[in-house]
């Protein structure tokens, strides 16, 4: 039905912001409790939909805590923060 379509695209958007805000928060563990929960509900309700389960678990995978490089100077600093936006 169109209200349950509605009520499940609202629920992924949600879920898919809280993801992001949770990356901006350099918060792993929310980050794919979030992603790995719209895995999920992608899957229960569009299991033919394999390409997108496939890259919001290939996102939820990903570190989000920025790494300090080996050589620090504040080039390599501002460097490695600009390889994470």
């Known amino acids: 039905s169109t209200a349950h379509m509605i009520a499940f695209k609202t629920e992924l958007n949600r879920l898919l912001y809280q993801a992001k805000l949770f990356l901006i ?3 792993q563990t929310g980050w794919q409790s979030s992603l790995k929960t719209a895995m999920q509900r ?3 309700e569009m299991p033919q939909n394999n390409k ?3 890259l919001i678990d290939t996102l939820s995978n990903q570190a989000v805590v920025p790494t300090i490089p080996t050589e620090l100077n504040l ?3 501002i460097d490695e923060l600009n390889g994470l936006h």
């Open 42 to 44: 992608l899957n229960d």
């Open 52 to 54: 997108l389960s496939e």
């Open 25 to 27: 928060l350099n918060d």
């Open 75 to 77: 080039t390599a600093v």
